[in-house]
């Protein structure tokens, strides 16, 4: 059972329990290793012929490439958006990497494509990473965190698909992690979040439920100064385009299915994955969105622990969306390390390290089950935080 007890004392400063730091180390050097040995094989970033490996980040620097060249508007035109990642990675390839975020998240882009594609996918992946160690590592309060978010397991499907899970996961624990003393700056991370707005649903629910009144009035300036910032640098027709592209992105993700059904990691990925039809998927969808919402939107009204209302807005927020995929479950570090605080602080409930052990078990097994292994991760830690909000008023009294 040595394994279950995950800090080997009480309190903020309690080290991890010996196995439960190794299986941290092994891990986190295992994702190391295959890094380097995809890198040196030209399996990841860069190809044995020194073109470019086609990943999700290819979409982002292509769009960045023609937000530079003035045609912004044209990274949500399939076709054209393809010819310039083909062009990116040097050789064509099969598929398609879409551009489906909102113009404002061009600016970052239009960063990255300012120097060449293999050096901007590691100057992404490896330049956002600390954001989200920090993050963990300040949520947990000491060097724990770090540790610990870097052997969480969806950090490696981040890394090999260049991906934002690591910038999502520091905006939404920022946020959470800030809100209690800083409110205005919680409000501004909460603001940026709206780059991927389907992750960000769940907040004004939180905020007006909780009163935050302050933070609420900051993230939706935020927002808004970022849109008009958008609007003047890439015009009122890229704004056009995206909205254009929500119904296209939809139908060809969520009601074709072009992307496999078991990637994704929700309600609608698990019934259309087992053969459900596209209304009874919505369906569930939508049951599940609106249970993740009424949850919230209770427990922010209430007195309950800031690590139980942080963890429960993060894990809603993933439960909420119909589209979510293994990178975006980066995100899932927050919650997990709020509730750890929180035991560590108070002690754990029993079994409850045990559930954390075996949402991460999920998330591992991944790259070999094909199945939203990931929802089933979400509805685990669900449980063990709604398990948290109701055992926590009897302790008290």
């Known amino acids: 059972m040595a394994l279950f007890h995950v800090a080997s004392e009480r309190g903020p400063g309690a080290p991890l329990a010996r196995p439960v730091a190794r299986a941290c180390l092994a891990l986190a050097f295992a994702y190391a290793v295959y890094l380097a040995a995809s890198y040196a094989h030209g399996l990841w970033i860069v190809a044995p012929d020194g073109g470019g490996v086609p990943s999700d980040f290819v979409n982002v620097w292509a769009?960045?490439?023609?937000?530079?060249?003035?045609?912004?508007?044209?990274?949500?035109?399939?076709?054209?958006?393809?010819?310039?990642?083909?062009?990116?990675?040097?050789?064509?390839?099969?598929?398609?990497?879409?551009?489906?975020?909102?113009?404002?998240?061009?600016?970052?882009?239009?960063?990255?494509?300012?120097?060449?594609?293999?050096?901007?996918?590691?100057?992404?992946?490896?330049?956002?990473?600390?954001?989200?160690?920090?993050?963990?590592?300040?949520?947990?309060?000491?060097?724990?965190?770090?540790?610990?978010?870097?052997?969480?397991?969806?950090?490696?499907?981040?890394?090999?698909?260049?991906?934002?899970?690591?910038?999502?996961?520091?905006?939404?624990?920022?946020?959470?992690?800030?809100?209690?003393?800083?409110?205005?700056?919680?409000?501004?991370?909460?603001?940026?979040?709206?780059?991927?707005?389907?992750?960000?649903?769940?907040?004004?629910?939180?905020?007006?439920?909780?009163?935050?009144?302050?933070?609420?009035?900051?993230?939706?300036?935020?927002?808004?100064l970022a849109a008009a910032a958008a609007w003047l640098a890439f015009g009122g027709d890229a704004w056009a385009a995206f909205f254009a592209n929500i119904g296209h992105?939809?139908?060809?993700?969520?009601?074709?299915?072009?992307?496999?059904?078991?990637?994704?990691?929700?309600?609608?990925?698990?019934?259309?994955?087992?053969?459900?039809?596209?209304?009874?998927?919505?369906?569930?969808?939508a049951a599940t969105a609106l249970s993740a919402a009424a949850a919230v939107a209770l427990l922010w009204r209430t007195a309950a622990a800031p690590e139980i209302k942080a963890a429960a807005l993060a894990t809603g927020a993933m439960l909420a969306t119909p589209y979510l995929y293994t990178y975006d479950l980066v995100v899932l570090a927050v919650p997990l390390a709020f509730l750890y605080r929180l035991g560590r602080a108070r002690g754990f409930l029993p079994r409850e390290t045990a559930g954390i052990g075996l949402a991460c078990l999920l998330i591992l097994s991944f790259p070999f089950v094909k199945a939203p292994v990931g929802f089933a991760a979400l509805v685990i830690v669900a449980a063990l935080i709604a398990r948290r909000a109701l055992v926590a008023p009897r302790i008290a009294a």
């Open 249 to 285: 992105t939809s139908r060809a993700f969520l009601s074709e299915g072009r992307a496999d059904w078991s990637k994704l990691q929700t309600a609608f990925g698990l019934i259309r994955t087992v053969g459900g039809s596209e209304a009874l998927a919505w369906a569930a969808q």
């Open 63 to 224: 769009a960045g490439r023609m937000a530079l060249a003035g045609h912004a508007a044209a990274a949500y035109d399939w076709p054209a958006h393809k010819l310039v990642e083909e062009a990116a990675v040097g050789h064509p390839f099969a598929g398609y990497f879409g551009w489906h975020y909102p113009p404002t998240f061009l600016f970052v882009a239009a960063a990255l494509a300012l120097i060449p594609y293999a050096a901007a996918y590691a100057l992404w992946v490896f330049g956002t990473f600390p954001i989200y160690l920090a993050t963990v590592g300040a949520v947990v309060g000491d060097r724990t965190g770090y540790l610990l978010a870097a052997a969480f397991p969806a950090v490696l499907a981040n890394f090999v698909v260049g991906q934002n899970g690591f910038l999502t996961a520091g905006l939404i624990g920022g946020a959470l992690a800030c809100l209690p003393r800083r409110p205005l700056f919680a409000g501004v991370l909460v603001g940026l979040l709206a780059y991927k707005p389907h992750l960000g649903l769940l907040f004004p629910i939180a905020l007006a439920a909780g009163g935050h009144w302050r933070t609420a009035t900051s993230a939706a300036l935020v927002a808004l």
